[in-house]
């Protein structure tokens, strides 16, 4: 006999959000999210919403909301924070740019970087319009070549030429 208990046949409703209600999180709440004390990132992280660092992260981090780097937490990278970073008594935070709107860095906590302060605005990056493939072609017209033993005005004007050089062999 099995101690399993019968899997479910009937899915779980999911209720929708009221349609004029989407935002980052469900039912018009923002979204949160928390790397805890035994949580590691390596590389980047976006996130529309908020973020809590209690971990270590070596990368890039962006949110829409506040970043909080608390407890022990450690970032070494750089922080865009849309709207506020705080740096809580023993967290760290060794940033190569740091941008945010508001920034808190309470007592005993570590912190380097450069910072830039001011409301975050949305860059969207522009593709370069193609080059029309007219205008990258470039006619190519050749020349006749001279016959062998005649000097044409072209050898002339050579930098050999102008430099004295002659086509005679020594001793001749």
């Given at each position: 006999?099995?101690?399993?208990?019968?899997?479910?046949?009937?899915?779980?409703?999911?209720?929708?959000?009221?349609?004029?209600?989407?935002?980052?999180?469900?039912n018009?709440?923002?979204?949160?999210?928390?790397?805890g004390?035994?949580d590691r990132l390596?590389g980047?992280?976006?996130?529309?919403g908020?973020?809590?660092v209690s971990?270590?992260?070596?990368?890039?981090l962006?949110?829409t909301?506040d970043?909080?780097?608390?407890?022990?937490?450690?970032?070494s990278?750089?922080v865009?924070a849309?709207?506020?970073?705080?740096?809580g008594?023993?967290?760290?935070?060794i940033?190569?740019?740091?941008?945010?709107a508001?920034?808190t860095?309470?007592?005993?906590?570590?912190?380097?970087?450069?910072?830039?302060?001011?409301k975050?605005?949305?860059t969207?990056?522009?593709?370069?319009?193609?080059?029309?493939?007219?205008?990258a072609?470039e006619?190519?017209?050749?020349?006749?070549?001279?016959?062998?033993?005649?000097t044409?005005?072209?050898?002339?004007?050579?930098p050999?030429a102008s430099?004295?050089w002659?086509?005679?062999?020594?001793?001749?």
């Open positions: 006999m099995s101690s399993r208990r019968p899997a479910s046949k009937v899915a779980t409703p999911v209720p929708a959000p009221p349609e004029d209600k989407f935002e980052n999180g469900t018009g709440q923002r979204n949160s999210v928390v790397l004390p035994r390596v980047q992280l976006y996130i529309e908020d973020l809590r971990g270590t992260v070596d990368g890039t962006e949110a909301g970043i909080e780097i608390a407890g022990s937490g450690k970032v990278g750089a865009t849309y709207n506020r970073l705080v740096v008594s023993d967290a760290s935070l940033g190569s740019d740091v941008r945010v508001r920034l860095v309470q007592d005993g906590a570590t912190f380097t970087g450069r910072v830039s302060m001011g975050h605005q949305a969207v990056p522009v593709e370069p319009e193609p080059a029309s493939v007219e205008s072609i006619p190519v017209v050749e020349q006749p070549a001279a016959a062998p033993g005649k044409t005005a072209e050898d002339l004007n050579t050999r430099a004295g002659s086509k005679r062999r020594k001793g001749r």
